[in-house]
């Protein structure tokens, strides 16, 4: 059965923390992806990955950073967590050679006081 | 350009009824369009997708309906059950442009099938 998994399922950060928000996934995909869900928004692209060491920004990256070393593991870090990065956060990842199905984590609640 | 706009924000069907659910995007580029499934606690999951070559693919009771023209796409979800409830996003993506996977999601609807 394949699988994204993503390490930790809730968080309580302070404002001001390094957050590492970890994925995993066990299907050799090369393409992976952190979405953020917020309830009215959807889900929005923060960066993605369509190789090791590859990285290329989404549509709001600005507080996030990532880093991909292996390729079946894609890490996202909040350099200095905000209130507003309360949220959950989502991992997926997807095969080059595939018809674009993505395959999610289950998700991180973070929450940052 | 690159967003794509889904509507109603939630929705309640009585059991046995018929759900739909409607999205619309600018972007022409676009050629791959999936809806996810989501049900509390866990990632969302591929229900169904379409290429903007058809007008209608129909998986068991799900229907995705495609308008080229107007740019809009909708889900129609048969002799809904309770078991249906769940939030349902939108997606579209420009997988000719070497950007598989890399999808624009509509704002989601949480969908109530009443017993």
């Known amino acids: 059965d394949v699988k994204v998994t993503q390490s930790s399922r809730y968080l309580v950060k302070r404002t001001g923390e390094k957050v590492f928000l970890e994925c995993v996934q066990d299907?050799?995909?090369?393409?992976m992806f952190w979405y953020r869900q917020d309830p009215g928004l959807g889900l929005r692209l923060i960066y993605f990955s369509y190789d090791v060491k590859m990285k290329e920004k989404g549509d709001i990256p600005e507080g996030y950073s990532v880093s991909r070393e292996k390729k079946e593991r894609f890490s996202l870090i909040l350099e200095s967590a905000s209130t507003n990065q309360t949220s959950m956060y989502l991992c997926a990842s997807s095969s080059r050679s595939g018809a674009g199905e993505l395959f999610f984590g289950e998700g991180s609640r973070l929450t940052v006081l | 350009q690159q967003q794509v706009k889904q509507s109603p924000q939630s929705l309640i069907v009585q059991k046995g009824g018929i759900s739909i659910i409607n999205c619309a995007y600018e972007n022409t580029a676009f050629d791959y369009f999936p809806w996810y499934q989501q049900f509390p606690g866990k990632g969302p999951a591929l229900l169904i997708a379409?290429?903007?070559?058809?007008s209608e693919k129909k998986e068991g009771r799900f229907t995705i309906s495609f308008n080229k023209s107007a740019k809009q796409f909708s889900l129609h979800i048969m002799d809904s059950q309770p078991g249906d409830s769940a939030t349902y996003f939108c997606?579209?993506?420009?997988?000719?442009?070497?950007?598989?996977?890399?999808?624009?999601f509509g704002q989601g609807t949480e969908l109530s099938v009443k017993p």
């Open positions: 299907m050799d995909h090369e393409n």
């Open positions: 379409i290429r903007p070559d058809v």
């Open positions: 997606a579209a993506s420009m997988t000719r442009y070497n950007q598989g996977g890399k999808l624009i």
